[in-house]
């Protein structure tokens, strides 16, 4: 039997620390946030945003390059900085970015990183699920 990765498994591997790599460079560097203060905001440790600091964690995806997905880490940032970030808030961002993600295909590539049964030239499943939500993003 062949155990193949969820493409969620993927993102928790590649995407997610990128994006938390980008939110702390942002609320730290644009806020003045201390990573003691970020670590809580993100639910990580403070040596995890030093790695993210240092470019050590958090590199796979370079968020920078896309502006899209950089207008909703601006936008998160934002919200953290002034307060006006919940659970249920944030959980829809990040998914928003994360269906980003998926649409532009940049999650094919790592998932055929980490699965060789994974065909990057026959699997549109993450294109298609994010077709069916119209690119729209969460509501909450």
């Known amino acids: 039997m062949v155990y193949m990765l969820l ?6 591997k590649f995407v997610l620390p990128s994006v938390r790599a980008a939110l702390a460079k942002k609320l730290i560097s644009d806020y003045g946030l201390k990573q003691i203060e970020v670590a809580k905001l993100l639910g990580v440790s403070q ?6 600091s240092r470019r050590l964690r958090g590199g796979a995806l370079n968020i920078e390059d896309y502006p899209d997905i950089m207008e909703r880490i601006d936008w998160l940032a934002k919200s953290f900085a002034s307060g006006g970030v919940d659970y249920k808030f944030f959980v829809g961002e990040v998914c928003n970015i994360c ?6 295909g940049l999650l094919c590539i790592f998932h055929k990183l980490v699965d060789s049964e994974c065909s990057v030239m026959v699997c549109d499943l993450c294109k298609s699920i994010s077709k069916n939500f119209g690119g729209r993003g969460l509501v909450y």
Request: aromatic share 6%.
């Open 7 to 12: 493409p969620c498994e993927v993102v928790v």
């Open 99 to 104: 269906r980003i993600v998926r649409a532009k």
């Open 47 to 52: 040596p995890a945003i030093s790695l993210y």
